[in-house]
């Protein structure tokens, strides 16, 4: 098969020990993704985290560094890059027209201790995230996100 690649800008942002992500709900039950989407051409990767932080949730975020690197070879008909960037809160966006993704019912922010409990995905981020947050060693590239740990 040859598809095409696509980037796309994740946000791990973090504030009081807990995460911010996306909540969402299918036929499968709910279930959380980190805010961030597909890189525009002519845009870079750090003005898309901030474009679809924006548009998704109305924050104001600065991203700092990537810190996660994951693939998805399998679900869509292109193959996806998620480069995850830790970002830096700055404030909510007052009157911003969000643009919500499918199946969005909100945001929340997640507690980091809790995360492999939570239904979070990639689920490969989870452990990684933890380990981040613990300033304990973690590893950037994740592989296929549909690979088991």
């Given amino acids: 098969m040859n598809r095409q690649i696509r980037n796309s800008a994740k946000a791990l942002i973090i504030k009081d020990g807990k995460m911010l992500a996306i909540r969402l709900r299918d036929e499968d039950g709910e279930f959380y993704l980190m805010p961030g989407g597909g890189q525009n051409s002519e845009e870079l990767l750090h003005e898309t985290v901030k474009r679809e932080v924006a548009e998704e949730i109305g924050i104001l975020v600065e991203p700092k560094e990537l810190v996660f690197a994951i693939e998805c070879l399998n679900e869509e008909s292109y193959h996806r890059v998620d480069l995850v960037f830790l970002c830096k809160y700055i404030k909510n966006i007052d009157n911003n027209e969000l643009h919500e993704d499918k199946n969005q019912i909100g ?28 300033n304990k060693k973690y590893d950037v590239y994740l592989g296929n996100e549909d690979k088991e740990e």
């Fill in 107 to 134: 945001f929340e922010w997640l507690p980091i201790i809790r995360l492999k409990e939570i239904p979070l995905y990639p689920k490969k981020l989870r452990t990684q995230i933890m380990q981040l947050y613990k």
